[in-house]
């Protein structure tokens, strides 16, 4: 007897990974009234973004806070019935420090602060003031974001700008950072307007023209896993498996996942697959009876290790007023850490009434081996920064440290060979949609974003019958 055809869209959909790209595609799956299949090797849902409370500390192993910068990403937070659960950003935390010379100094916030600042040369300041009447200019490649900088303001605000900036986003080196696919908007406005300052000024003119809202700064009551539980609650019981390890994928009319756990293989036959995985481990997957691993160049792509530090003081035991969003620190200046978050500052409840909390980041592309050894070689370096830079005056009441060896991916120079293996195996296994942070950038809204955009492509999959009829 043949089996009974089945249509696609009576199969369940595989989301693998479950981090917020994959929680996004997997809520957006199910929000269009179709079956889902969730599997993650770790034990709990969420991936980096793990928020913890403790003796009223409120602390974040992951990501600390993002950026709410479009209209998509302000509706799905209300859709999801957290509009009243969002804290934004203390507009006291304004401040954001960059050291030179063992000193904190201020960003530039207004024109008299630009024109009073220690940060940078009078050089530098007129550089800054001709950049908006550069032309338009067209490079035949690629470049190097540092480089690309350099030709805009020079290597003053390469040096004291760009690299802090650059670490507290990539914790990444901007010599071999790639400007077309690291910071593409920066890659366009140079193509368009010339001027990197004309650009970002005419990319904040189309925001608010299409609606989208003025970027601010935001966490929740509770810290970020509140997004991401809010994702998972969405997800019927029985649909997530957890501790599982994707063996291989095999393509067709339906798609088959060979999984296992505890010792246990079984295959599950869906009508598509979203890929929401790190570099490696979407590398090592394999597909089809021969086991061809047709993204085994993502093996290729480099992470920045980082280890983050949540430590608590008295707020008597720190000299610095801790008035702002945080510090962060150049290369340049020889130091152990990237830099340090001002979390009680930022946010409300972080911190216990009378204390003061800090997040301290370490290690880097450009410094690797602050994020290694022992833990107490990392908590020792830390703390002899801040105490040199904050004036802390006494060990921590609370502290926890996180380690991430593989944080944040680096799309250097030559990345498309990366994002070209990824829409070749695409067009080669229909059905397939890879997304995340390997992809569509490193922010937490670009990851949040691209799961919901994963997720409405993957149910764009035409519906044929699983044995070929429509």
């Known amino acids: 007897m043949s089996a009974v055809p089945v249509s696609r869209s009576e199969l369940p959909i595989a989301v693998i990974g479950g981090g917020i790209t994959g929680l996004a595609a997997a809520y957006t799956i199910v929000k269009s009234g179709r079956t889902v299949q969730l599997f993650d090797s770790s034990d709990r849902l969420g991936g980096v973004i793990r928020s913890e409370r403790d003796n009223g500390w409120l602390s974040e192993a992951g990501p600390n806070s993002f950026q709410e910068n479009s209209k998509e ?39 008299g602060s630009f024109f009073a600042t220690p940060l940078f040369s009078l050089r530098s300041k007129a550089r800054i003031l ?11 490649s690629d470049v190097g974001l540092a480089d690309f900088v350099a030709d805009h303001f020079g290597t003053e605000i ?3 700008a760009l690299n802090p900036f650059v670490s507290g986003i990539y914790a ?7 400007t077309r696919h690291a910071f593409p908007k920066l890659w366009q406005s140079e193509q368009t307007k010339g001027s990197l300052i004309r650009g970002m000024m005419a990319q904040a003119k189309q925001n608010r023209a299409e609606g989208h809202p003025r970027s601010s700064i935001i966490s929740f009551r509770g810290g970020l896993q509140t997004l991401t539980d809010a994702l998972a609650g969405k997800i019927p019981a029985g649909s997530v498996e957890l501790g599982s390890r994707i063996e291989s994928l095999i393509s067709g009319n339906a798609w088959q996942v060979v999984w296992s756990r505890g010792g246990e293989t079984r295959t599950e036959t869906v009508g598509g697959v979203v890929l929401a995985l790190p570099a490696a481990a979407v590398a090592r997957l394999t597909f089809g009876a021969l086991a061809e691993a047709p993204l085994s160049t993502l093996d290729t792509v480099q992470y920045a290790p980082v280890a983050s530090l949540f430590v608590g003081f008295r707020r008597e035991q720190v000299a610095h ?3 702002g969003f945080g510090v962060l620190i150049p290369s340049r200046e020889k130091r152990q850490i990237l830099g340090a978050i001002f979390s009680s500052s930022l946010f409300p409840d972080r911190a216990p009434p009378g204390h003061v909390a800090l997040t301290v980041l370490s290690g880097g592309m450009l410094n690797r081996s602050a994020a290694n050894g022992s833990d107490e070689e990392i908590v020792a370096r830390s703390l002899a920064e801040i105490r040199e830079l904050l004036g802390t005056s006494a060990q921590p009441v609370f ?13 250097e120079l030559g990345y498309e060979r990366v994002l070209d293996a990824i829409r070749d195996t695409e067009r080669a296994h229909p059905g397939l949609v890879v997304a995340g942070q390997v992809r569509d950038g490193i922010s937490l809204p670009n990851c949040l974003m691209a799961g919901v955009r994963a997720g409405e492509k993957i149910l764009q999959f035409p519906s044929e019958k699983s044995d070929g009829s429509k």
């Open 399 to 411: 502290q926890k440290l996180t380690r991430w060896p593989r944080a944040i991916p680096q799309y």
């Open 321 to 323: 007023p801790l008035n």
């Open 73 to 111: 990403v302000v509706a799905l937070v209300k859709e999801l019935g957290l509009e009243h659960e969002r804290v934004a950003a203390n507009p006291a935390a304004k401040n954001r420090y960059i050291v030179r010379e063992g000193k904190l100094c201020a960003l530039p916030s207004s024109p």
């Open 158 to 160: 390469v040096d004291y």
């Open 172 to 178: 990444g080196d901007a010599t071999k950072l790639s």
């Open 130 to 140: 001709l950049e908006p009447f550069m032309r338009p200019r067209r490079r035949p």
